[in-house]
C-alpha cells in the first residue's frame, strides 16, 4: 500500500469516532500493520501504543475471546473462496473497562489464494450489545410471565368453582332435608356463608390485583395518620383475635404520618395481620410496628409466633401462578391472592415488601411506604412578609419543615409532589388567587384533604363565603395577629 493512498484513508477515517481502521500488508511471510488516529477513541491506546506491544495490540482482546477469534481467523484463511470475515468480541480498554467490539476484515489474496494485505474495520458496539441482552432478558421475562399467568388462570379456575361445590352441596340439603333441626340448619348456613365470603374476598382481591397491573386502578396517595390506620386495621380484624385469645400489640409512634392511598393500604395491612392471627396459635401474640425507615420512607413490620412458612412454599411467596393458599391453626381459608395483591399495592407507591420465616417459629413481613413530613406551605406574594411570616413559623412549630412559595402556580406543583401537612395562601396574588389555587387542588385530587388557612385582606363575606364551600379556614392579614394565626395552627396540626 502506498503512502499517498494511507495518508488519504487515515485522513478519511478519523472523521469516524466510535470506530477505527486498521490496514495490514503481508509479504515474503513477514508482515506490516498500521493503524488510524481514532483507534484511541475506541480503546483508550493511541495508535503508536498498541504497535509497541509485542502483538501489535492483540494483547488488549479479551483472553476468552482471543482464542475462538484466532480460531475462527484460521479458518477463514483457509478458506480461500472468501474475502470477508466478521466477529464480535470484547476488549479491555486503558482504563480497564471492557466493551463489546465487532471486527469487519476484507482481504486481498493473490492468484494461490493467500492473504497479501487486509483492511479492517473496528467497530464499539457496547451499546447494541446491552439493548441486545435487555431485549433477550426482556423476551425471557414476557415468556416468564406468559407461561405463569397460564398457571394462574388454571389455579384460579379451580379455586374458583372450588367453594361452589360446598355452597351448592348444602343449599341442596337444606332445600331437599325437612328433617333437618334448626342447629343443623344454622351449621349448614353457616358453611354456606363462610364459603361465600371467601370466594367474595377471592374476587376482590383478584380485581384490585388486576387494576392495579393494568393501570386501570389509580394510586391516589394523601397524607394519612400511620398510628390511626394501624388502629383502624386492628379493629376490623378484633373478632377473629379474641376467638383465637391472641393480643395484638401496636407500636405505632402518634407523629408518624404516610403519603398512600388509605384504602389500599388498608386492605393490605388487614390482609397481612389476618393472616398473622390466622396461621398463629390461640394464646400467641401478634405485633404490628411502623417507624421511619430513612429520609423518605417509613416502615411496617407485623410479626407472628405462628407455624411459618416451608422452605417449598417461601420460593414461591408472591410468584404470579404460583401463589398458594394453606390453611390457618383453626382451620381458617385463605384466597392465596392476598400476598400478591399486597406486593403489587407496597410496589405501586414506590416501596418494597419483604420477609422472614421460620418454621415452627413464626414470620415477620416489613414493607416500606413513602413518609409525609410535617410540613407547612407558606404562599405570600410579598417576600419581605413571607420572610417574617416563615421565622414566627419556625420558631412556634420548630418540628415543622417550613417552605414557601410567592405565587400559586408555583406552590401548586410543590403540593402534588410534596403533600405539605398544611397550606397558608394569600387570597389576592397575581395570575391565580387563592380560591383559584384550592379549586386547582381539588382538579388535581379529589382525595387529597390538605388543611388550607387563607389570609384576606381586606375582609369579604362573599369570599369567606367561597372558601367555606371548599372547608377553608379564613385570617385577616391586616392588621396581623400571628397568636390568632398560632391557636388555628394547633387545632388543625393536633
Not at 402518634?254 to 388487614?270: H, P
Not at 390538605?450 to 371548599?470: G, H, L, M, Q, R
Amino acid at each position: 500500500m502506498n503512502n499517498d493512498f494511507e495518508n488519504i484513508s487515515n485522513q478519511f477515517v478519523n472523521h469516524f469516532e466510535d470506530e477505527y481502521f486498521w490496514y495490514k500488508e503481508q509479504s515474503n511471510g513477514k508482515s506490516s500493520i498500521s493503524y488510524t488516529d481514532n483507534v484511541r477513541n475506541v480503546t483508550g491506546y493511541t495508535r503508536d501504543e498498541l504497535l509497541s506491544m509485542p502483538g501489535k495490540g492483540k494483547e488488549i482482546i479479551f483472553d476468552d475471546d482471543l482464542k475462538l477469534l484466532r480460531q475462527e481467523i484460521k479458518d477463514f484463511k483457509n478458506d480461500k473462496n472468501r474475502n470477508v470475515f466478521n466477529f464480535e468480541f470484547r476488549i479491555v480498554k486503558k482504563d480497564n473497562q471492557m466493551i463489546w467490539v465487532k471486527e469487519t476484515m476484507i482481504v486481498k489474496r493473490n492468484n494461490n489464494g493467500e492473504i497479501i494485505n487486509t483492511f479492517g474495520k473496528v467497530l464499539n458496539i457496547s451499546s447494541y450489545k446491552a439493548r441486545e441482552e435487555s431485549l433477550k432478558n426482556m423476551m425471557e421475562e414476557l415468556k416468564n410471565i406468559n407461561s405463569s399467568k397460564d398457571n394462574f388462570i388454571s389455579m384460579l379456575s379451580h379455586d374458583l368453582r372450588a367453594p361452589f361445590t360446598s355452597i351448592l352441596g348444602f343449599s341442596e340439603i337444606l332445600l331437599n332435608e325437612t328433617s333437618l333441626s334448626d342447629s343443623e340448619k344454622t351449621e349448614y348456613l353457616s358453611y354456606i356463608n363462610d364459603s361465600s365470603q371467601n370466594q367474595l374476598h377471592l374476587i376482590n382481591d383478584l380485581l384490585d390485583w388486576s387494576r392495579l397491573q393494568t393501570g386501570r386502578l389509580k394510586i391516589a396517595p394523601q397524607r394519612i395518620n400511620a398510628q390511626i390506620l394501624v388502629f383502624n386495621c386492628v379493629s376490623s380484624l378484633t373478632g377473629d383475635a379474641v376467638r383465637k385469645n391472641i393480643e395484638i400489640k401496636v407500636e405505632v409512634p402518634e407523629s408518624l404520618y404516610i403519603k398512600a392511598d388509605e384504602r389500599l393500604l388498608t386492605q393490605m395491612i388487614i390482609n397481612l395481620l389476618g393472616n398473622a392471627i390466622k396461621f398463629s396459635q390461640e394464646n400467641k401474640t401478634v405485633q404490628i410496628n411502623a417507624n421511619l425507615y430513612n429520609e423518605k420512607f417509613s416502615e411496617f413490620i407485623i410479626k407472628d409466633e405462628g407455624i411459618g412458612i416451608s422452605e417449598d412454599n417461601q420460593a414461591k411467596l408472591f410468584k404470579l401462578g404460583q401463589t398458594f393458599s394453606t390453611e390457618g391453626t383453626k382451620g381458617e381459608k385463605g384466597t392465596g391472592l392476598g400476598l400478591a395483591l399486597a406486593k403489587t399495592i407496597v410496589e405501586k407507591h414506590g416501596g418494597e415488601l419483604w420477609f422472614y420465616s421460620t418454621p415452627g417459629e413464626g414470620t415477620e413481613f416489613h414493607f416500606i411506604v413513602p413518609s409525609s413530613a410535617n410540613t407547612i406551605l407558606l404562599v405570600k406574594k410579598d417576600e419581605e412578609k413571607r420572610e417574617e411570616y416563615i421565622k414566627l413559623l419556625k420558631e412556634k412549630f420548630p418540628l415543622y419543615q417550613i417552605i414557601s412559595s410567592g405565587n400559586g402556580y408555583e406552590a401548586l406543583g410543590i403540593i402534588i409532589s410534596q403533600m405539605p401537612s398544611l397550606i397558608l395562601t394569600d387570597h389576592e396574588m397575581p395570575l391565580m388567587n387563592g380560591l383559584q389555587l384550592v379549586q386547582a387542588i381539588k382538579r388535581e385530587d379529589k382525595n387529597l384533604n390538605i388543611p388550607v388557612i387563607a389570609f384576606i385582606n381586606p375582609s369579604s363575606d362573599e369570599v369567606k363565603k367561597s372558601y367555606a364551600e371548599y372547608g377553608v379556614d379564613t385570617l385577616e392579614d391586616e392588621p396581623f395577629d400571628f397568636e390568632k394565626l398560632e391557636g388555628k395552627l394547633l387545632s388543625i396540626l393536633s
